[in-house]
């Protein structure tokens, strides 16, 4: 089991026997260990279902952002009294991009997963690698297609629009449509563009971004999986650099979405609307693949597809899961292994809750975490 491995091997033989107990239960066959790590078909037969949903929302994904925008939208040009710009703030001009799309996407991507895998140096688990990435490809993907349906049945005008559309508003008179509309006949449609169509297609799609998306879906879940391994905010006193370290990537995802202002790609509410939908995927997907997000007992813990998590203090796989080693937490005592009738009072000494302070001990029923609430 190598690298991703290094939990006591009787412990691991001990669960998987106690989980294969029930054979008379339907589901037996699809229970695994978390302890261990399983062989490529093993692993295959508990993710298909992920891999073929990643390829089918990556097609879906792919097919609207090639679309061309649905709704057409009106602009106003120039006053007629004048001649004066109505809009200068969609008269920008077009500039290079600071960070292309793909390089955001690239960096969301890329710098989660290797950040993950630097995790393993201490926790050692296969299974943490799969749910984190599995949970990171859930965040990016989902995020990625919720804002390409935005973009096309909402979107709106990036702010070098005009300059992309190269108005000429002689072309007016035969359009028909909307065009010489509205009060003072100063709105038009795409009909009276000259420019080149798909970049006027893609000035007609600025809302949300799709760069401040990408870089909150995976910078905000780098965040969350930073704070849980690190313990940052639990039950001692971390030391300051852990809280530098977690909100470096939340400081990667604001420079990414900011340059888009500067190099004039999006307006500011486009940035602020990509930044929700990438965070609000970030912590969906997070709380999917691991047992809290801020609750600071289990937000390290990475769920089983095929046992529920009872939140008890014995029998969670992967409790050490973590890098740090401070206040008790990842050196044994975390992992709830201590046994009940150790003392008098029927509490724990150690544990997450820190080496000697005691914690009412649950009660020998095993109830369900949302039982006991």
């Not at 691991?12 to 078909?41: E, I, L």
């Not at 960096?107 to 799969?130: C, G, H, K, T």
């Amino acid at each position: 089991m190598g690298f991703f491995n290094r939990r006591n091997r009787d412990a691991a033989d001990n669960h998987v026997n106690h989980v294969k107990a029930p054979k008379k239960s339907r589901h037996a066959n699809r229970t695994y260990s978390m302890a261990t790590r399983p062989s490529f078909g093993q692993w295959l037969k508990v993710t298909w279902l992920d891999i073929l949903t990643f390829v089918i929302m990556g097609v879906i994904g792919l097919g609207i952002y090639e679309a061309p925008p649905a709704p057409t939208r009106s602009f106003a040009v120039t006053f007629p009294s004048d001649g004066e710009v109505v809009y200068p703030e969609f008269a920008y001009p077009l500039r290079k991009e600071i960070i292309p799309i793909w390089l955001a996407a690239f960096l969301a991507a890329i710098i989660p997963i290797l950040a993950i895998l630097v995790m393993q140096i201490r926790v050692r688990s296969f299974w943490d690698v799969n749910n984190g990435i599995i949970g990171l490809l859930y965040s990016l993907i989902s995020a990625a297609v919720f804002q390409v349906f935005v973009k096309f049945l909402i979107g709106g005008l990036r702010p070098h629009f005009l300059d992309v559309c190269k108005p000429d508003i002689s072309l007016a008179k035969n359009a028909g449509g909307y065009n010489a509309a509205g009060f003072d006949q100063i709105y038009y449609t795409r009909e009276i563009c000259t420019g080149d169509t798909k970049e006027i297609n893609d000035s007609l799609e600025s809302m949300p971004s799709g760069h401040s998306t990408a870089a909150f879906a995976g910078f905000v879940y780098l965040y969350l999986y930073l704070n849980a391994k690190l313990k940052v905010f639990s039950n001692y006193h971390p030391a300051m650099w852990k809280m530098i370290v977690i909100y470096i990537p939340i400081l990667g995802a604001v420079l990414i979405a900011g340059a888009l202002t500067i190099d004039e790609f999006h307006n500011w509410y486009d940035v602020v609307a990509g930044a929700i939908i990438g965070t609000v995927m970030a912590f969906s997907s997070y709380r999917m693949c691991y047992a809290a997000v801020w609750d600071w007992r289990w937000n390290h813990v990475p769920l089983n597809r095929s046992q529920a998590c009872l939140y008890t203090h014995d029998g969670v796989e992967l409790m050490d899961a973590m890098w740090t080693r401070k206040a008790g937490w990842g050196v044994g005592s975390s992992s709830y292994n201590d046994k009940r009738g150790d003392n008098d009072h029927g509490v724990y000494g150690s544990g997450a809750a820190g080496p000697g302070i005691p914690r009412k001990a649950v009660g020998h029923n095993q109830r369900r975490g949302d039982e006991m609430v």
